[in-house]
């Protein structure tokens, strides 16, 4: 029986002794209250007390089993395209609501376990692991338990070490037969602060009997410390940052001493960790077109509020606007109606039309961004406050300067200051600057889709008997096998060698 936590059990489930450091900040006591992670709490909050609200009951909720129930959309194991369909628009409408910038919640830590299981099912080390795999899932859909992706890469100064064999993540410290102890330190992933495991990935260079090792890690642990980066600057005032003053997910890094992780939350795959990924890929997709969305309506909006719907100029950006966001949206489409079935039998978007969308969206986010700063003009820069209209020195001017055409300058300046915080902010580019190393970029999607598309020898033979001559059998095999691009090498820095004393 699912027994999703309401907002409040969550709340306080995250007083259970973690512990938190904040960069710039200090030591967090308590994330629910500490300025820096409140907000998030409360974002989060909303997200499980959504699925009890009416209004949201057929976004959030499938439709009724035999026996009436309504399980949560996030919670699927899907196995049709109609299942695909029904995540997706659960994960657009939900997406859209934080512009984009709540990309891991519980639903997305849903599909990390479903990627565990089919990654275990792939590696088949024993059947034991598929059985675990499965059971954490299981816990996972119950409970409502919120879990979070770390790829399991190891920080800078571990990757510069002199000695090659030192430079992973994590060493295996014991084994016996409650589990394995873990020391070491596992480098950025997203809202540690805020999930209660961290899936840690096969890049954490832990070994176990020939195999990879991935680790399922609680928050709370006895040994782990999670280190977030700063808080995005902000301005306390939400009517000045009505986004970032919200919806900062804060990236962190784990570190563990002598962590005892039990056997049941190990989980051998390959060295990669893209399987793990494949329904991950396609959220995150989600997540990037929500912010597109979420900037053409901006867009609309300040078209309107700026007097310039019938500016030809402004109607060529916004068309421009609708394109890129009709691609995706295509793209999407394509992906859950042209699915692709593991051998579990799960369904799982075509990863051809997720990376085809993945490179159309990382190429139009700049031009997107860009175009809504041009579309308010000079406005969008010295926009007031809330404080500034409130000011008897200022109020009668700003109202001359801002209101007209059915907007009062306190409606124009709430629009304007929204558009500046969705694409001028502090928080904008950490989105920005995120995603360019989350997942490698328009790089890595270009070799991710070398390796999907697999028409390469149908289509030139195809093309071939054209032709009214015997021609050579065409195999282009190894553009699909050729690995992928290496992530970026570090090595140490030659230290300059001091002349021996004479």
Known sequence: MMSLPTGAEYRESLRDGRRVWILGEGRVEDVTTHPATRAMVEEYVAWYDRHVDPAWQDTVLAPPGSDGTRLPVSYIVPRTSDDLRRMGRCFLATTFLSAGNITHTPAYGHLIALGVLHAAGLHNASPKQAINAEAYRAEIARTGRFLTFAAGAAPIGYRLRENPAERVALRAVKQSDAGVVLRGKIGMHTSPAFAHDVYIGALNGVDLDGHRASFVVPVNALGVTVVCRRASARDANRFAAPLSNRYDELDGQMWLDDVLIPWNRVFLTEQTPEPVARWLFWHQLYCWL??????????????????????????????????????????????????????????????????????????????????????????????????????????????????????????????????????GSALDHRESVFELHANGGETTWRGRLRRSFKDYNDLANRVLQQLDLPMPEVNLDPIRSAPLAARRPVAPIAQPVKPSAQ
């Not at 053409?296 to 609708?322: R, S």
């Not at 404080?387 to 200022?394: G, I, K």
């Not at 007209?404 to 124009?412: D, E, M």
Request: with cysteine; hydrophobic share 45%.
């Open 290 to 423: 929500a912010k597109a969305e979420f900037t053409l309506g901006l867009a609309f909006a300040c078209t309107h509020a700026m007097g310039l719907v019938a500016h030809d100029p402004t109607i060529e950006y916004l068309l421009d606007l609708i394109a890129d966001v009709q691609t995706v949206r295509s793209c999407q489409t394509a992906a859950e109606l042209d699915p692709e079935f593991t051998p579990d039998g799960f369904c799982s978007p075509n990863h051809n039309h997720v990376a085809a969308g993945s490179l159309a969206m990382l190429k139009a986010r700049p031009r997107m961004a860009e175009i809504l700063r041009i579309l308010p003009g000079s406005s969008l820069v010295v926009a007031p406050t809330d404080r500034d209209l409130a000011d008897p020195n200022l109020a009668a001017g700003l109202e001359e300067s801002f209101a007209g055409s059915g907007y009062t300058a306190r409606q124009r300046a709430a629009l304007l200051q929204l558009a500046w915080d969705h694409v």
